[in-house]
Every structure is written in C-alpha cells, then in structure tokens.
C-alpha cells in the first residue's frame, strides 16, 4: 500500500456528498503528513479506532471530519465509514489535520 495515493474516485463533487455517520459534519481528505504521521503510530501499535480495538493495518488514505476530532481510514481504495472504526485524532495528529485542511 502507498500512503500518499489519493484514492481515484474521491473527486470534489463525491467528497461533497460525505459526511460523518456519527454526526453528520463534512469529511475532507486527510493531508500526507496526517496519514504518515498516524501510519508511524500504527507501526508502533499506538493507535486504536473508536471502538478501542488497536489499529495493526497501514491506511492508503483518509477522510477527516470537519471539527478534526475522527479520521475514517482508507483501505485497499474503499473509506470505511463506520463510527466504531474511525480513528480519534489526538491533538498532535488534529494540528496536521488542520494544516491540510
């Protein structure tokens, strides 16, 4: 997997029609530093989704929720828009959201 891919079919007007599932807020695409930052996590096994299962699989991509507080993580080119196994940004990793945003 490559990190910085930008998955094809999240062109403008498809990023447009996401949103959250949990609070219905936009999703933007995360910045390269985000996912490489948050993938170094992960390779230390210091990541955990929503839901408190620890994150073991590198993501491609991802999308963030407008108020920067969750990542939903891009796998094989496909968002996984499920509340529990979204990603809750720290706020180390909420600042690189916020400078990609």
């Known amino acids: 997997m490559t990190a910085n891919r930008v998955p094809e079919a999240f062109d403008p007007e ?3 029609m996401l949103v959250c599932p949990e609070n219905k807020e936009p ?8 996912i490489d930052r948050t993938n170094a996590l992960i390779a230390e096994g210091k990541v955990a989704s929503a839901n408190g299962v ?3 699989e590198q993501i491609e991509h991802g999308l963030v929720r407008r108020d920067l ?4 993580p891009v796998y094989d080119g496909i968002v996984t828009l499920l509340v529990d196994e ?3 940004l ?3 990793l909420a600042d690189l ?3 990609g945003a």
């Open 69 to 72: 507080t969750r990542l939903y």
């Open 27 to 34: 999703l933007h695409l995360a910045s390269h530093a985000l």
């Open 14 to 16: 498809f990023l447009a």
């Open 90 to 92: 720290s706020p180390d």
């Open 97 to 99: 959201a916020r400078a």
């Open 54 to 56: 620890t994150v073991t």
């Open 86 to 88: 979204a990603i809750p």
